[in-house]
């Protein structure tokens, strides 16, 4: 049991499917969701979807409104839990933690 934030990621693990997150992100993805849990609708809550995550990707990664979830990420308050996450699952697709894929892929 580890605790994030105050709280302990054995709350989050309730319902967690096994196959769902990568083995080697298991922690840094509880700690995010305790984080986001703590912080009730991050900025990706918030918005469309598709400006995380863009249809015809990568392409559209170059879009206004990709940019504009890169910077919606600036101000959140669990981007560096996100992007932790992100590098550890190995995330291919979408913003996380205002990291683009290719951020990621570089190691920035």
């Known amino acids: 049991m580890t605790t994030t934030v105050g709280v302990t990621t054995d709350s989050a693990q309730q319902n967690w499917p096994a196959w769902a997150v990568p083995r080697g992100a298991v922690e840094e993805w509880f700690a995010l969701q305790v984080a986001i849990r703590r912080?009730?609708?991050?900025p990706a809550c918030e918005a469309d979807p598709e400006a995380w995550?863009?249809?015809?990707?990568?392409?559209?990664?170059?879009?206004?409104?990709?940019?504009?979830?890169?910077?919606?990420c600036g101000a959140c308050p669990v981007r560096e839990l996100c992007?932790?996450?992100?590098?550890a699952?190995?995330?291919?697709?979408?913003?996380w933690g205002g990291l683009t894929p290719a951020d990621r892929a570089a190691g920035t």
């Open 39 to 42: 912080l009730a609708r991050p």
């Open 53 to 72: 995550w863009p249809p015809g990707r990568p392409r559209a990664a170059d879009s206004a409104r990709f940019a504009a979830a890169v910077e919606a």
């Open 83 to 87: 992007a932790a996450y992100a590098v």
């Open 89 to 95: 699952a190995g995330e291919r697709d979408g913003v």
